[in-house]
């Protein structure tokens, strides 16, 4: 948005703009208890540089005349979509004054405007992907894996497409299927970045999978634990600042995971895979794939390597994520990464 469309966009809802913010931006601005949604009446008029400023800029602060209010129903769509599309979550928002009510509804009729319903905004978030669509397939060797079928998958509004990598001869297959939910990262999967071990625990994954008979690993469209490669990018800056990234991500807004691992469930289901053993160091995978009624009878590390650039990053997984981390960094009796004895049963796992 730029100053204009922002002028116009007050001229014809009659009402000045608010800024509306996620509770996770509120702290990082230093406003706690903050609810999921806050919309900011700013003093005078905003320009759009000091809304981007406001929005996702580290040491931005409120102007001292800044009142807050609850955002509602509308305004907490707003964020819920801008999050699913991977966008920032701010949004500006306008109330239609009673007077401009019939302006605003002759844009819609006339198509300059769209309406969407609020409810079925969040219904449509909180729903997740919907249905799945199977789009189409083909075998694709790999050099981990040569006998590899992938399968893409396409969500029902279209944002998203995920991959299930296939390997083995589906008939010979473990009775506890091995699995692996790998969400997609462009800088270590393709370009090999030291930022991370990403890349590392994709290929070791396929290859453990091949090494035990087959099964599936499932390749999420789920960038930077949910929040695209825009925004990746902006953490990473921040990190290079002295921020870890669960911090960096709260600062331009998000939580420490926006990812929705239901999409996994959806997957497995459609390919017939119902018992697994699940390759992953995050507990919130095995609990996910638990709540949604995949029987995870077991659980096997799968791990990159430390090296001088990820080892912050391993370190916050392991500490703040609680990933199963503590082997490989070498720290004994870590509490935040110690695994439990056995794996629950699918309907005893807590949710969280």
């Not at 030291?194 to 499932?218: H, M, N, P, S, T």
């Not at 825009?230 to 709260?250: C, H, M, P, S, V």
């Amino acid at each position: 948005m730029h100053d204009e469309a922002l002028a116009a966009l007050e001229a014809l809802a009659g009402s000045a703009a608010q800024l509306v913010l996620s509770r996770h931006r509120m702290a990082a601005l230093g406003q706690g208890d903050a609810h999921d949604a806050v919309a900011l009446s700013l003093p005078g008029r905003p320009d759009c540089g000091g809304l981007r400023e406001l929005a996702w800029t580290r040491g931005a602060s409120l102007p001292a005349a800044t009142t807050q209010a609850a955002g509602n129903r509308a305004e907490r769509a707003a964020l819920r979509l801008l999050g699913r599309a991977q966008l920032v979550p701010a949004a500006v928002a306008c109330a239609v004054a009673p007077e401009h009510a019939g302006v605003v509804a002759a844009e819609v009729a006339c198509g300059n405007l769209l309406a969407v319903d609020a409810a079925e905004a969040l219904r449509l978030c909180d729903g997740g992907s919907g249905s799945l669509t199977r789009v189409s397939e083909a075998r694709v060797p790999l050099a981990e894996a040569e006998n590899s079928r992938f399968v893409l998958f396409r969500e029902a509004d279209g944002l998203h497409e995920h991959v299930a990598i296939v390997i083995g001869d589906v008939a010979g297959w473990p009775d506890a299927v091995p699995v692996r939910l790998h969400s997609s990262c462009l800088t270590g999967d393709l370009f090999g970045s030291l930022r991370c071990d990403c890349g590392e625990q994709l290929r070791r994954g396929v290859a453990a999978i091949d090494a035990q008979g087959g099964g599936v690993l499932l390749y999420l469209s789920q960038e930077g634990r949910g929040i695209g490669l825009a925004n990746k990018l902006r953490a990473y800056g921040l990190q290079d600042e002295g921020l870890d990234t669960i911090d960096a991500d709260q600062v331009i807004g998000f939580s420490k995971d926006e990812r929705n691992f239901r999409i996994a469930y959806e997957m497995l289901e459609q390919l017939g895979v119902t018992k697994v053993k699940l390759l992953t160091n995050n507990p919130g995978k095995v609990e996910a794939l638990q709540r949604a009624g995949i029987n995870v009878v077991a659980r096997e590390a799968i791990y990159g390597e430390v090296t001088a650039q990820n080892q912050r990053y391993l370190q916050t997984k392991a500490h703040r994520h609680g990933h199963w981390l503590h082997e490989l960094l070498g720290e004994q009796d870590e509490p935040a990464s110690t695994e439990p004895e056995r794996l629950p049963a699918p309907g005893a796992v807590s949710g969280a």
